[in-house]
Nanobody, 123 residues
Framework: QVQLVESGGGLVQAGGSLRLSCAAS????????MHWFRQAPGKEREFVGA????????DYADSVKGRFTISRDNAKNTVYLQMNSLKPEDTAVYYC????????????????WGQGTQVTVSS
């Protein structure tokens, strides 16, 4: 069993930065590829990015490429989402999710989800 807890959200002005964290309980964190999603009010949840279990591979949605960076520290059971050059359209609840198996962004079912953290970007 793995529990995921996101933190680091808040209110920031456009052009600013935030770093989200997703802390995992359990000793099997390093077995999972970790993904970030976001969901804005009235919109569907969308993929933001992902990092492989080793941290070697990453992938990002086109909307955040060049602005967001995902990293992980398996010794700390934590994955990070560094968000730079934030835009009002980045406002959403951000979720992390864990997926076992081969690293892919086309995951049918995620093993675990966090509860989300709110990010609000003012113009």
């Amino acid at each position: 069993q793995v529990q995921l807890v996101e933190s680091g959200g808040g209110l920031v002005q456009a052009g600013g930065s935030l770093r989200l964290s997703c802390a995992a309980s359990g000793r099997t964190f390093s077995n999972y590829n970790m993904h970030w999603f976001r969901q804005a009010p009235g919109k569907e949840r969308e993929f933001v990015g992902a990092v492989s279990w080793s941290g070697r591979f990453t992938d990002y949605a086109d909307s955040v490429k060049g602005r967001f960076t995902i990293s992980r520290d398996n010794a700390k059971n934590t994955v990070y989402l560094q968000m730079n050059s934030l835009k009002p359209e980045d406002t959403a609840v951000y979720y992390c999710a864990a997926a076992g198996g081969v690293f892919t962004t086309r995951v049918a079912v995620y093993d675990y989800w966090g509860q989300g953290t709110q990010v609000t970007v003012s113009s």
